[in-house]
């Protein structure tokens, strides 16, 4: 057994935590292990493992993000032990458990050729699933016509339930009514601010570097914490133990390299991919049009596994990106740009003698933001976090686990934005340590509780918030059954917020800061009710409600004077909504539908969001309020062929109309008009009583790989808004320029893979 | 491609694709119009009527779809009603440029009476028109200037107060001054505001005169250092209105939101009238050298303050 010197201490108390609060084990063996593929060894989250008896089934569970599944409660005996996962062949072995009380196992599993006469689990959905919880794996990310080769997940994203987007520049998604900044993104286990990119259909995470991906649109566990309105927890790729391999893709949009293999065979691997946009020189060509947007990301990923017993992985993603917004002859360009820097280590380890497994991350998280009128540097933030937490999951029962875990995170806040709030430039520090405690309680397969609570000890203020969470899921018919209803409610806060310029609907600039309005930090409490239906095997509906109520959220006041500096209040925010959706995956083919209703309001706390026309306002509804939203996807792969389409429609947005353009002369003094100009202002409406109109687009693709000896070529045609619908992006209210989204951008991309 | 087993059948399918296809067809061309529909605004009117002045200059734009002003010619006619006599005087227009862009300042030598309620107007040719109705505030009387005059208040800073008056819209301070290192002949003028300072008192506007704070504006008006400031005459200017005019202390913010402080109908802006008084104040140099700024002239002898002068220099 290969020691572990970092954590012996952890790990001894681990066991002894285990050894007190689960003597209803001790006569009981506990069947642990991975799941990984067999010609990478890396690993399989999501494969269904199941234990069989003579007398049918004994029980199961489904692999996690890290492909590491657990049985708990199983008595000596023969079983039949089967790990099953869609596109692979489904493993059967016979296992003997005698008087031990672990067994740990690495279950390989082999991707399925379709000629081949073997079972192939063509889809499982998770069942017993908590509201809001949606997981995407690489398969469901190549069922979108992207424009470049591969599935995207920030393309991906925008086509889940309760997910906004600005549109297809910007890299801001609102889930269910909340900001971006409000959105927890996680790499490996590691922060990462603004991982999505300036072209929207692009984030730092290709489908091929993406294993498994866990969004949560609300409602989250304990286990999250720092954030109010989403997760989206990330785990990439370890890259092939047992042999090399490399891609290389070119398309209009983007051309990316990659390459993995292994370090030291089947233990150490590493894996690595760069990818440069390529818009701003194809778009004068192919549109005739500049589209002044550029991105580049890296990504580096070196993971070891020791035994089963042991994993370890360093993940590191650098992102930067770039825009400008031409906005006419009078008014200067505005130039945008931001970068993000990731770095973080996770260890996954399972003492001999434990039932107790220990994840530990740490990391480094770094943003900086900038934004630039005609040269002149106008705002700048940037922000780093240090962080470490330590995540034990414990046995308490074959039917229940506790997860708990310690938590601390630092850190270090700059911004110099004196032509927005007015602040010109400042510095602070934030810590924060707590820790959480989540209990997962099933009964039966009707039957899933999990109910936790996180604390989070301020030592500035000497203050502890704590944040109960609390989900149900109830499937009246077991696991046979069709019906699935769940329900989650619970308390968030956030520790870090960031602030943006919702007047100004084309900048992406975020200030992060601790509490900007008093020191106040947002806080939201989510109820979430769930209903799935499976209509068939291959056919589900389903629809979750939602509500949310966020108290304190930094919003700025608006100002008819034309410039950008503004400043602040708090406002609280009333989020409530639906989800609806059909989905349909019997391979070939693929199609999803899904509808939103979402209706957000935010209410200045104060009263003093604006004085209008004599009349305080106090009510409006935010500009990423969008109240319909259906989205559609078809996708058909067979063989060496694939066609993606999809279609999406939203009403649109909020904005604040304008009456016209005058000079106020202000009569603070005898202000003489014979030699003085007065201040421009640009006169609106009550703020966000228009909108803007709908938008939709159709996207297509169709693509086929070829063999060509040692390596496969795929050639993909495809195009982008199909029918040249002229979604609005952004109107410049000082020039009434407008900028649209993409117009018709038909294209063709190669990706050459090496095997 | 699906195949059509029946007419009616067909006839569906027809149907979906016509709708479909006037989807596609809908999608190809969006207008977009950011400006409100309810667009009973037609100019912007700024400025104020001034009975002691012999000229009167407002400010008249119309209200424009560009952030700035590109029009030399403005479709606008612009008159003056005496609502007391209904004299109506047409003003006439004339084109500044100011930071390099075009505005219109309307103009008129018609003299205003005190206490006269006007009707302020603006024309369009097709008929649209803006108008304001605005009050000249009543003549008042002359402002008490209190300078203490003994060794326990000789030093307190001045406190001027003005009565009969609905609000105070302006109270300035006119320093005329040259450097040490100009002749006595080099006059420059300097004004520095004094309104946020105003407080009502009873019916009273009472302002205390930190004149030390306006040392730094004169040193930087001269370009030299404070020690190289003489002042040879300080005027006080005090600015009466009605008491709809805006209050001094509102923020620009406020200020700027349309229809806080306006009196304009189907228009923007605010059109307000005052008084003007101007006072010569002697005593100030006084004051000014036993503070140690530097002065030149004859210094009056301070007379001693009224009662209540003399409580507001204690207090």
């Not at chain 1, 100004?504 to 601790?514: K, L, N, Q, Y």
């Not at chain 1, 008009?673 to 693709?701: N, Q």
């Not at chain 2, 206490?115 to 108008?131: I, P």
Request: proline content about 5%.
């Amino acid at each position: 057994m290969p020691s572990c010197k970092c954590l012996p201490l952890l790990l001894l108390f681990a066991t002894l935590y285990t050894g007190r609060v689960a003597p209803a084990l001790a006569q009981n063996v506990t069947v642990r292990g991975f799941t990984v593929d067999v010609t990478s060894r890396e690993p399989l989250p999501g494969v269904s493992v199941v234990l069989s008896g003579a007398e049918g089934l004994v029980r199961g569970t489904a692999s996690d993000k890290n492909g590491y599944f657990q049985i708990n409660g199983i008595s000596a005996g023969i079983y039949v032990l089967s790990a099953s996962f869609i596109g692979y062949g489904t493993v059967r072995d016979t296992l003997t458990l005698g008087d031990e009380r672990i067994r740990t196992l690495t279950i390989a599993l082999a991707e399925a050729a379709e000629e081949l006469d073997e079972v192939v689990v063509t889809e499982k959905r998770e069942i017993m699933q908590n509201p809001g919880v949606q997981t995407i794996r690489p398969e469901d990310l190549k069922r979108l016509p992207t424009s470049a080769l591969g599935g995207d997940l920030a393309a991906y994203l925008q086509f889940q339930r309760g997910v906004v987007s600005a549109g297809d520049r910007g890299g801001q998604l609102f889930v269910r009514g909340g900001t971006p900044d409000q959105n927890l993104v996680l790499v490996d286990g590691n922060l990462i601010y603004q991982p999505f990119h300036i072209i929207g259909f692009f984030s730092a995470f290709p489908q091929d570097i993406v294993s498994y991906v866990e969004t949560y649109a609300g409602g989250f566990g304990a286990r999250y914490s720092g954030r109010i309105s989403s997760v989206i927890d990330v785990s990439t790729r370890d890259g092939n133990k047992l042999s090399y391999a490399g891609m290389a893709a070119l398309s209009p949009f983007l051309s990316a390299v990659q390459a993995e293999g292994p370090l030291q065979r089947g233990k150490v691997s590493f894996l690595a991919s760069f990818r440069r946009s390529l818009i701003s020189e194809t778009a004068p060509v192919l549109l005739g049009q500049d589209l002044p947007f550029s991105f580049n990301d890296a990504f580096l990923k070196l993971h070891a596994s020791v035994d089963n017993r042991y994993r370890c992985g360093v993940t590191a993603i650098r992102t930067a990106d770039r825009g400008t917004t031409v906005r006419g002859d009078s008014l200067p360009d505005a130039d945008f740009r931001w970068t993000n820097v990731s770095v973080g280590g996770q260890c996954l380890a399972l003492p001999s003698e434990s039932r107790t497994r220990l994840d530990l991350n740490t990391g480094v998280s770094y943003i900086s933001n900038r934004f630039k009128e005609a040269g002149d540097l106008e705002r700048a933030s940037h922000s780093l976090q240090a962080s470490m937490e330590l995540n034990f999951t414990s046995v308490l029962s074959p039917s229940s686990e506790a997860l708990w875990g310690l938590f601390t995170r630092m850190n270090w806040i700059g911004y110099d934005l004196r032509e927005f709030l007015g602040i010109r430039v400042a510095n602070d520090v934030l810590f924060n340590t707590g820790g959480y405690v989540e209990g997962h309680f099933r009964r039966g397969d009707k039957w899933k509780v999990n109910a936790g609570i996180a604390a989070t000890f301020d030592p500035g203020s000497y203050s502890v918030w704590l944040e109960p969470r609390l989900s149900a899921i109830w499937r009246p018919g077991g696991g046979q059954g069709v019906n699935e209803f769940s329900a989650a409610i619970g308390l968030y806060r956030q520790t870090l917020e960031g602030v943006s310029d919702e007047r100004d609907a084309g900048a992406v600039f975020v200030a992060w800061m601790p509490g900007p309005v008093n020191g106040k930090e947002a806080q939201a409490a989510h109820l979430l009710l769930g209903w799935k239906r499976d209509l068939g095997a291959d056919f589900r509906i389903g629809a979750e409600g939602y509500l949310k109520r966020i108290t304190n959220l930094p919003v700025p006041i608006y100002s008819a004077i034309a410039r950008f500096t503004t400043t602040l209040t708090l406002a609280k925010g009333s989020v409530r909504g639906v989800d609806a959706w059909a989905e349909y995956d019997h391979a070939p083919f693929y199609a999803y539908l899904g509808y939103g209703l979402s209706h957000t309001i935010y209410t200045a706390q104060d009263g003093v969001f604006g004085e209008w026309f004599g009349e305080p306002v106090r009510q409006y509804t935010p500009p990423h309020d969008r109240r319909h939203q259906v989205s559609a996807i078809l996708s058909y792969a067979r063989g060496a062929y694939r066609v993606n389409a999809a279609w999406q429609f939203g009403t649109g947005l909020p904005f604040t109309r304008t009456l016209g353009f005058d000079e106020l002369i202000p009569l603070q003094s005898l202000y003489d008009v014979r030699s003085r100009y007065g201040i421009t202002r640009v006169v609106y409406e009550k703020p966000y009583l228009g909108r803007l109109p709908a938008y939709h687009r159709l996207d297509i693709s169709a693509g086929r790989t070829f063999d060509i000896g040692r390596a496969k070529l795929t050639l993909q045609l495809g195009a982008i808004n199909l029918y040249d619908r002229a979604n609005l992006l952004y109107f410049d209210l000082f020039t009434f320029r407008r900028l649209n989204q993409l117009p018709l951008f038909p294209y063709v991309s190669f990706k050459l893979e090496s095997r | 491609m699906k195949r059509c087993s029946g007419i009616a059948r067909c006839e569906r399918f027809a149907a979906a694709l016509l709708v479909l296809g006037a989807t596609l067809v809908w999608g190809c061309s969006v207008d977009f119009d950011p400006r409100s529909e309810a667009r009973d605004l037609y100019f912007s009117v700024g400025g104020f009527l001034n009975a002691t002045a012999d000229t009167q200059f407002v400010r008249v734009m119309p209200l424009r779809d560009t952030l700035f002003p590109e029009d030399r010619q403005i479709d606008a006619e612009v008159s003056l009603e005496d609502l007391s006599t209904g004299e109506v005087t047409a003003w006439s227009d004339s084109v500044f440029t100011i930071a390099g862009k075009p505005v219109h300042n309307f103009w008129s030598a018609t003299p205003l009476a005190y206490g006269r309620q006007y009707r302020f107007e603006v024309h369009r040719s097709d008929g649209a028109q803006t108008v304001a109705t605005v009050s000249v505030p009543d003549s008042f009387p002359r402002p008490e200037l209190c300078v203490g005059n003994d060794s326990t208040n000789q030093y307190d800073p001045p406190v001027i107060v003005i009565t009969g008056v609905e609000r105070v819209a302006d109270l300035s301070l006119i320093y005329d001054v040259r450097s040490s290192a100009d002749p006595p002949t080099v006059h420059t003028l300097v004004a520095t505001r004094y309104s946020d300072l105003v407080e009502p008192l009873g019916f009273t506007y009472v302002a205390r005169m930190d004149v030390l704070r306006d040392l730094p504006r004169l040193s930087t008006a001269l370009r030299v250092p404070e020690r190289d400031v003489i002042v040879q005459n300080v005027t006080l200017q005090v600015a009466a209105a009605r008491e709809d005019w805006p209050d001094v202390k509102l923020d620009l913010e406020t200020l700027a939101l349309p229809g806080v402080v306006t009196n304009v109908q189907h228009g923007l802006g605010y059109l307000g009238a005052v008084a003007v008084k101007t006072v010569p104040w002697p005593e100030a140099l006084t004051y000014l050298s036993i503070i140690g700024v530097s002065v030149e002239g004859d210094l009056p002898p301070i007379s001693k303050p009224s009662e209540l002068c003399g409580k507001l220099l204690h207090n």
